[in-house]
């Protein structure tokens, strides 16, 4: 049986492949005319006929003898440059930089040049900015003239990402290779999963990460935070016991007055088994997209597999959303405006909500967003080849991901499109009807094909879809806090701002 994703991938390729090591006679004989470019970079015998004619225009031209062709040569450097390549794109954008002794103040926040508070010349603008307002690294589109990413003042930051959600096809960010740092975090990282048990001899200990993580000293500050439990009468949804959820309002900017914000439910990552609303790198989190976002953050403290199988998480979720829709008048939230998010399984729960609430019919939803998300739980690595070549990838080793989802599905459940979301676009109603998707995918995360998969079933459903690849970052890289976690998170509050923008 052919395989699904590398037909997909064939597909998509375009265009007649002409190899570089093919002799230029042999292609020429391709074709049933040619034609002599007059802008060659040598001498022919053509161009010297024409002079030696132009030089002697009295003179009647003499018959030339034929001459015994000459064996074909190896190609050199300069055979190389009659194929013409293709140019490298033009920097036609690239801006002039602002002489650095034309000012002594950052054109943003006014601050004075100093020795320790240098000057940045801005890269797409060219302006001259302090070290705070010109510290973002961004990939410019290659109309400026850089192949890598760059440092950009924070408004030409989100003018470059408002001009990528606007697009719709597929962007990809090279990141420059994997860093030391989140070598660090990974080995770190399989260290703690190996303490919690996350093996077939492993005491299961879903405390260890918690245990790990700190604290902040000084939390990043909203204008509220509501921990709640809704029990089982608060909740209209079948079987569902009751859970907590943690309500965050964004902080005020200066003179501004309270007023109804558009609503996120986010599902936080932890294999389905560990984690919750109170660990600080979701917390932080969730106060970061809050703010950023300017909307109101329902994080969702789901039930915990082992203990509740499936379909427990993926109800608590849908659940969730109905109510924060139905009482979003007590934390000043719009319920027309109300959108689903995740990372890696919380992108799976965020994928499932949207399901349930088109097969529903409620509540209507006006976007959805999936970072790194777990589209399939089935444990066959040979069918998607991300899941081959990075079996033992960064953050994510494929022997945890074959743990953590047979405790969290049985084996009959797995084609269950509530659990495996990609299984739907193979149902009767496809995945027409979901809202507009955006989703971030990373290069060597194992759960890349997957994503990507999903978003090329979105499209032949008629979604709408934005999708960002990171090429070399890993799966869970959106909460570790490296330059592409924060270019990420800017780029998902800022789409976010464009998905609550329009009402359904």
Not at 32 to 54: A, C, F, G, V
Not at 86 to 114: I, L
Not at 282 to 309: F, K, T
Request: aromatic share 8%; net charge neutral; with cysteine.
């Amino acid at each position: 049986m052919s395989n699904p994703l590398n037909s997909s991938l064939a597909e998509e390729e375009e265009g007649e492949f002409v190899s570089p090591f093919a002799r230029s006679d042999n292609i020429a004989t391709t074709t049933t005319t040619t034609t002599t470019s007059n802008t060659l970079s040598y001498p022919t015998e053509e161009k010297q006929q024409e002079e030696q004619s132009s030089s002697q225009q009295e003179q009647p031209t003499q018959p030339q003898k034929p001459k015994r062709k000459k064996p074909a040569q190896p190609k050199t450097d300069t055979d190389a440059s009659t194929t013409e390549p293709a140019a490298p794109p033009v920097a036609s954008k690239k801006p002039e930089w602002v002489p650095d002794n034309s000012s002594n103040k950052c054109e943003m926040c006014s601050s004075t040049f100093t020795f320790l508070n240098r000057r940045h010349h801005c890269r797409r603008c060219g302006h001259l900015f302090c070290g705070d307002c010109c510290s973002l690294n961004t990939s410019l589109p290659q109309e400026y003239g850089y192949t890598e990413r760059v440092k950009v003042c924070s408004k030409c930051f989100t003018t470059t990402i408002n001009e990528r959600a606007l697009e719709e096809t597929t962007i990809t960010m090279n990141v420059g290779g994997v860093s030391k740092e989140t070598k660090v975090v990974s080995g770190v990282h399989k260290l703690l999963l190996w303490r919690m048990g996350a093996h077939d001899d492993g005491e299961f200990n879903r405390d260890v990460f918690d245990s790990y993580e700190n604290q902040p000293s000084t939390p990043i500050p909203v204008s509220r935070v509501q921990d709640l439990y809704l029990d089982g009468n608060d909740l209209d949804v079948q079987g569902c016991s009751g859970f907590r959820v943690r309500v965050y309002n964004p902080a005020l900017e200066p003179g501004e007055k309270p007023t109804t914000y558009p609503i996120l439910m986010w599902f936080h990552s932890g294999g389905f088994v560990s984690k919750s609303i109170q660990t600080p790198s979701i917390d932080g989190l969730c106060r970061l997209l809050s703010n950023q976002s300017r909307c109101v953050v329902v994080s969702v403290d789901y039930r915990l597999a082992p203990e509740n199988m499936f379909p427990a998480a993926a109800l608590d979720c849908f659940a969730a959303t109905c109510w924060a829709v139905k009482k979003a008048a007590t934390f000043d939230g719009d319920p027309t405006r109300i959108a689903v998010a995740g990372d890696s399984v919380g992108g799976n729960l965020a994928a499932a909500v949207a399901l349930m609430a088109r097969d529903k019919e409620t509540p209507r939803l006006c976007g959805q967003v999936l970072v790194c998300p777990i589209l399939d739980l089935k444990r066959n690595e040979e069918k998607y080849y991300t899941r081959v070549v990075h079996n033992d990838g960064y953050l994510m080793p494929m022997s945890y991901f074959k743990w953590f989802s047979s405790k969290y599905c049985r084996e009959a459940d797995i084609e269950n499109p509530y659990a495996s979301p990609l299984k739907a676009a193979t149902s009767t109603k496809a995945l027409c009807g979901l809202p507009v998707t955006h989703m971030i995918t990373a290069g060597f995360d194992p759960f890349c094909d997957e994503g990507e998969l999903y978003i090329k079933k979105l499209r032949q459903s008629g979604v709408k879809v934005y999708h960002t690849r990171y090429t070399n970052s890993p799966h869970g890289f959106f909460a570790i806090g490296l330059d592409e976690s924060n270019e990420a998170l800017m780029e998902v509050s800022i789409i976010l701002k464009y998905m609550f923008g329009s009402k359904k």
